[in-house]
């Protein structure tokens, strides 16, 4: 008895029904809220980015918003895991500087920037954003006068 509830233990932990859920986060831009995975990015040039990404078909709207996300990018990596207070870029920029952020995602491929006094903060791996009215920035750079309200985030990242 004692080795078949060992083998089963043993099972389950290799099968992953010990799995640990994914990291979670959640949004809210212009009052709806979105609450998705967590997952994290290194670039070549070092930068390193921090998504969430929302999909939920069982949501009432989920035609309307079946995908989300609200990307992070930061100077590198060791200074996002330092944390602190970063500004908002107001500009484009491939190379993000240290001590700014640039933000992205939401209603298609889009940069979101925000003005001169636009920051966030980082404290234990957790990114806060509280009420930051940023414009949009879309790749096809036919429509910049859109802008969203992030009202606020909560993300935790590894």
């Known amino acids: 008895m004692q080795t078949l509830l060992i083998t089963l233990s043993l099972s389950m932990f290799l099968l992953g029904f010990n799995r640990i859920e994914d990291p979670q986060g959640t949004y809210t ?4 809220t ?11 040039n070092k930068n390193f980015s921090v998504l969430c990404e ?9 035609k309307k918003w079946k995908y989300d ?3 992070i990018t930061f100077h590198n990596k060791a200074e996002a895991l330092k944390g602190g207070t ?3 870029n107001s500009t484009s920029a491939i190379n993000i500087e240290s001590g700014k952020v640039s933000l992205s995602g939401h209603d298609g491929l889009a940069n979101l920037f925000g003005d ?3 920051t966030i903060t980082v404290s234990n791996k957790t990114i806060k954003i509280s009420t930051i009215k940023t414009s949009k920035y879309p790749i096809t750079h036919l429509d910049t ?3 969203y309200i992030i009202n606020s985030a909560n993300i935790r990242f590894e």
Do not use: C, M, P, W
């Open 69 to 71: 996300l609200l990307q």
């Open 34 to 44: 979105y609450r998705g995975k967590v997952s994290t990015q290194e670039f070549v």
């Open 29 to 32: 831009i212009e009052g709806k």
């Open 86 to 88: 970063f500004k908002v």
């Open 54 to 62: 929302y999909s939920d078909e069982t949501s009432s709207d989920y």
């Open 116 to 118: 001169s006094n636009s």
């Open 145 to 147: 006068n859109k802008y």
